[in-house]
């Protein structure tokens, strides 16, 4: 059967309205947000409802079609790109944006798997409730791309990654057959938990359609903080202390290089360091409550402050006056990935170690790289309270062609910093999913066990392989 014939077939099924073929219009989906995969796909199928996702995947297993699921397209490590031969084709999940119900008394929301972030946030804050997840791709990133790499962002810290905030998933298995599995039950022992398999799979084991999403309450009241610290070490007591303080109060803390604020300062007008004095590190804190209780998150924060300057774990520190400058605290945090690219080639790095590792991580691994590749200068920030490290190697100064660096260096850089990072006792994927990127360095790091599970359960679930191939799972050889 031709290519043509194929996509007959499909316009058959679902109308030529939900087919594209139109190279211009493909075009835009063919490659990852960043630029560095390329792929090739002759149409998009762009289905309205979970029956029309069923029956394209029946008829592509029928006809031994690879399908590459697709929301947002905003994965950092290429896991929503077609492969480069053009066999697969798109299966685009951005017509189903429904919301089909959202319940302020049962905490939930129903949501299809092209919702948009922002726009779910929005109309939990309509209803006094909010979807607590949140990054810098709100307003493109998609519920089905953030279940299938089980996303995390600035609020693990207090609510957990993706996975613990889906109650329900609906799926489109590789046969063509629907999990119904939307109902939010909280004690349910049937056995193996098709969620969870499904959640952070990437796609290569169905294609999530819809979900039941926790709401929380709305924030009632807020204290945003930026402190300046002598160390990571010192971040992390910092912390503690505020845990202490606050208890699960604290929604998010970030610990940010000095480096990483000159770089923002300088790339981002109207920014400016939140303190009157620089120091090697710096800590973004929020506190929320859910109510209006006394004493209030500025008040108590303030205390544990106090005691964190009088312990000299803390250097200077100051609250947010109000929701302007909040968000411009923020603003800073949110534009540490855009300023760090700025400043020339570089390899950033999604990892994770345990968070009593972590500081040390921070410190001694860029060292490390700087010693190991002379001219670079490494960095990091990142989710203290979860282990989450964003790392940054950067290109010697004055280094013009980006692609080649990485071609010369990339590999060597990518082995090196991954292997501290499992010494660490971490893991190289910590937020963004493996993909294609990390697929060959899962495949060498990965303990046998681990890998024999992953190609057991791809085995058994996709069996023909159509499922976003090329994604997740290390091939033999790598591996």
Known sequence: MTGQDVIARFTALLGEKRVVTDADDIAPWLSDWRGRYHGAASAILQPETTEQVAAAVRLAADLSVPLVPQGGNTSMVGGATPPADGSALILSLRRMNHIRSLSPDDNLAVCEAGVILSNLHDAAAAAGRRFPLSLGAKGSATIGGLISTNAGGTQVLRHGTMRALVEGLEAVLPDGGIFHGLDALRKDNRGYDIKQLLIGAEGTLGIVTAASLRLVP?????????????????????????????????????????????????????????????????????????????????????????????????????????????EAFWRIRESLSESERAQGPALQYDVSVPVARMPAFMVDAAAAAERAFPGTTASSFGHLGDGNVHFHVRAPRGTTDGPGWIAAHGQAINAFVHDAVVAAGGSISAEHGIGQMKRAELGRLASPARLHALRAIKAAFDPQGIMNPDKLIPRPEEG
Do not use: Y
Not at 225 to 247: K, M, N, Q, T
Not at 253 to 276: K, M, N, Q, W, Y
Not at 295 to 313: C, D, V
């Open 218 to 326: 709305a924030i009632a009241a807020r204290a945003v903080g930026w402190i300046g610290v002598p160390s990571p070490a010192d971040a992390l007591a910092l912390l503690r202390l505020c845990e202490a303080h606050l208890g699960d109060s604290v929604e998010g803390f970030e610990v940010i290089a000095d480096d990483g604020l000159g770089h923002v300062l300088s790339h981002i007008p109207g920014t400016r360091c939140p303190i009157a004095t620089r120091t090697p590190w710096h800590v973004l804190i929020e506190v929320d409550h859910g109510d209006l209780r006394d004493p209030g998150p500025a008040e108590q924060l303030e205390g544990a402050l106090a005691e964190a300057l009088e312990r000299g774990i803390a250097v200077d520190a100051a609250i947010a006056a109000n929701e302007a400058q909040a």
